[in-house]
C-alpha cells in the first residue's frame, strides 16, 4: 500500500479544557475519497479541525505527508497543501463571486480562476453577481472554489450537501468526482447526506464518541442497513 496522505495516531483534541476526539485514529491514501460520518456532536467537525490546527491537539500524533503538523499554524498547513470548505461556507456577501475568487487567488495565476469555473460553470454564469444574492448551493460552490484556489492535494469538505436540493447535491457530487479525477485530489468528506456521501467516497468511518467505531469500504457500509441503524440512526432506503 503507498504511503498515507494524512495520518492520525491515537488523536486526542478538543478545545480548552475540553476534550472531543479520544484516540482517534484513521489514515487516508494518496487520491482516496474517504467518508466521515457519525452522529451529531461525535466530533466530525473537530477531527477535520485538528487536522487544520484549529483545534487543540492534546496527544497523540497528526501526519501530512510523512511530516508531523504538531506546532504548525492553520495557514502553515494551508501552504502544505491542506484545505478545508468549513460548515459555515465561508465567502464574502458583500462581494462578486469573482471578487471573492480573486481575494482567494494569493500567490496562484489567474488561470487557477477560469479552472475554477471549468468545474463550476454556474459561478462562471454569476460572476457580476454579489455573495449575497446566491443560492445556498451557489455560495457552496464558491466556498469549495476558493478553497481550491489554494491548490490543496487534500480538501477537508464539511458537511458541504447540508440544507441543499436533491438536484444541486448531485451537481455538486459531480463536481467533487470530477476534481478528483482531473487534479487527482484527495477528499475527505463529513456528511449528514449518508447514502449520497457513502455513493461518493471509496472508504468509510463512522465515529461515535469521538474514535472510529466503524470502518469499511463505502459501498459495504452502504448495504450494510444494521450498522448505519446503530451507529448513525439513519432510516435507511
Ligand atoms: N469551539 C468549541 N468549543 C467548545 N466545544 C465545542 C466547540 N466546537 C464543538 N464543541 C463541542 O465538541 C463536540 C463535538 O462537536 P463537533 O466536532 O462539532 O461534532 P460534529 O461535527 O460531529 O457534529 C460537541 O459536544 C460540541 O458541543
Ligand atoms: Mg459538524
Known amino acids: 500500500m503507498a504511503a498515507p496522505l494524512l495520518e492520525l495516531h491515537d488523536v486526542v483534541a478538543g478545545y480548552g479544557p475540553i476534550t472531543v476526539l479520544n484516540g482517534l485514529s484513521f489514515s487516508v491514501a494518496p487520491k482516496e475519497k474517504l467518508a466521515i460520518i457519525g452522529r451529531n456532536g461525535v466530533g466530525k467537525t473537530t477531527a477535520l479541525a485538528a487536522v487544520m490546527g484549529l483545534a487543540e491537539l492534546h496527544g497523540g500524533r497528526i501526519a501530512f505527508d510523512g511530516e508531523d503538523l504538531a506546532g ?10 491542506l484545505g478545508l470548505v468549513p460548515q ?5 456577501p458583500s462581494l462578486t463571486v469573482e471578487e471573492n475568487l480573486v481575494a482567494g487567488l494569493k500567490r496562484r495565476p489567474r ?3 477560469d479552472e475554477a469555473y471549468a468545474l463550476f460553470p454556474r459561478l462562471a454564469e454569476r460572476r457580476r453577481n ?15 472554489a476558493r478553497t481550491l484556489l489554494g491548490a ?19 451537481e455538486l457530487l459531480a463536481a467533487f468526482a470530477r476534481m478528483s479525477r482531473e487534479h487527482g485530489i484527495t477528499v475527505v468528506i463529513v456528511e449528514q447526506q449518508v447514502q449520497e456521501a457513502l455513493g461518493y467516497a471509496d472508504r468509510a468511518l463512522v465515529l461515535e464518541r469521538g474514535a472510529v467505531a466503524h470502518e469499511s469500504s463505502a459501498p459495504a457500509l452502504r448495504e450494510d442497513t444494521a450498522t448505519l441503524e446503530r451507529l448513525v440512526g439513519v432510516a435507511v432506503h
Not at 72 to 81: F, K, M
Open 72 to 81: 504548525l499554524a492553520p495557514h502553515q498547513r494551508a501552504a502544505r497543501g
Open 111 to 113: 488561470r487557477a480562476i
Open 152 to 170: 490543496p492535494r487534500l480538501l477537508l469538505l464539511d458537511e458541504p450537501l447540508e440544507g441543499l436540493a436533491p438536484l444541486i447535491r448531485q
Open 130 to 144: 454579489g455573495g449575497a444574492q446566491l443560492s445556498g448551493g451557489e455560495q457552496q460552490m464558491l466556498s469549495v
Open 88 to 92: 459555515t461556507r465561508d465567502i464574502f
